[in-house]
T-cell receptor, first 115, second 113 residues
C-alpha cells in the first residue's frame, strides 16, 4: 500500500522554541493532508485540513497562529508548533489522501515532548 | 458535527474466541464511510476494515467482520478466532464527505492466552 512518512519520529525541545514536523507521501500525490494530535490513552483529534497551495482549514478550538501548516507541494505538508509549551507535548499524526486511489493513509506519528 | 462513540474502554477475549467491539455514531450526512483502525503500541494506525454507508452488505476481511446498522447508526466489529497479535487499541472512525476522520475514544483489547 501507499506510504506516508513523518519526520522526525521523536523530538524534544525547550519551552518557547518552535518545532517543525514534516509529513510526506512517498509514492503518491496528496492534494489533501490532515493533521491529528493524540494525547496519551486518548483518541486522535483532528486539528486541521491541509490543501496543497491554499490555506489550511482549522478545527474549532485549534489556534492557527500556534500550529502553522504549510502544504507547498503535492507530497509534503509541514506542521510547525510555534512557541511550544509543555501542554503541547503530544503525539502528532498526519494522514494523506491519495487522489487517484481515493484512499487515505496515516503516517507513523511524531512524538513531541516540550520541556 | 459528526460524533463517534465507543462505550467499551476495555475488552478482553480468550485466544481463539470471538469478541465484538461496539461503536455508534451521529451524522446528518447520507453518504459516508466507516472504519475500524487498530493502533498497536507502535502507534501506527492500521486499517482493519471499512464500510461504505450506501452498501447494505456488511464488510468482511478474513477474521474481521462488521455489523452495520445504518438506521440505528451502529457499526460494531467482530473479531473471530482471536489471536495474540490482535491485542491493541481499536478505534472506530467516521470519514466525512470532506474526507476528515472523526474517531471514537477507542477500545483497548486484551487477548488472553
Amino acid at each position: 500500500g501507499a506510504v506516508v512518512s513523518q519526520h522526525p519520529s521523536r523530538v524534544i525541545c525547550k519551552s518557547g522554541t518552535s518545532v517543525k514536523i514534516e509529513c510526506r507521501s512517498l509514492d503518491f500525490q496528496a492534494t489533501t493532508m490532515f493533521w491529528y494530535r493524540q494525547f496519551p490513552k486518548q483518541s486522535l483529534m483532528l486539528m486541521a485540513t491541509s490543501n496543497e497551495g491554499s490555506k489550511a482549514t482549522y478545527e474549532q478550538g485549534v489556534e492557527k497562529d500556534k500550529f502553522l501548516i504549510n502544504h507547498a507541494s503535492l507530497t509534503l505538508s509541514t506542521l510547525t508548533v510555534t512557541s511550544a509549551h509543555p501542554e503541547d507535548s503530544s503525539f502528532y499524526i498526519c494522514s494523506a489522501r491519495d487522489l487517484s486511489a481515493g484512499e487515505q493513509f496515516f503516517g507513523p506519528g511524531t512524538r513531541l515532548t516540550v520541556l | 458535527a459528526q460524533t463517534v462513540t465507543q462505550s467499551q474502554p476495555e475488552m478482553s477475549v480468550q485466544e481463539a474466541e470471538t469478541v465484538t467491539l461496539s461503536c455508534t455514531y451521529d451524522t446528518s450526512e447520507s453518504d459516508y464511510y466507516l472504519f475500524w483502525y487498530k493502533q498497536p503500541p507502535s502507534r501506527q494506525m492500521i486499517l482493519v476494515i471499512r464500510q461504505e454507508a450506501y452498501k447494505q452488505q456488511n464488510a468482511t476481511e478474513n477474521r474481521f467482520s462488521v455489523n452495520f446498522q445504518k438506521a440505528a447508526k451502529s457499526f460494531s466489529l467482530k473479531i473471530s478466532d482471536s489471536q495474540l497479535g490482535d491485542a491493541a487499541m481499536y478505534f472506530c472512525a467516521y470519514r466525512s464527505r470532506g474526507n476528515q476522520f472523526y474517531f471514537g475514544t477507542g477500545t483497548s483489547l486484551t487477548v488472553i492466552p
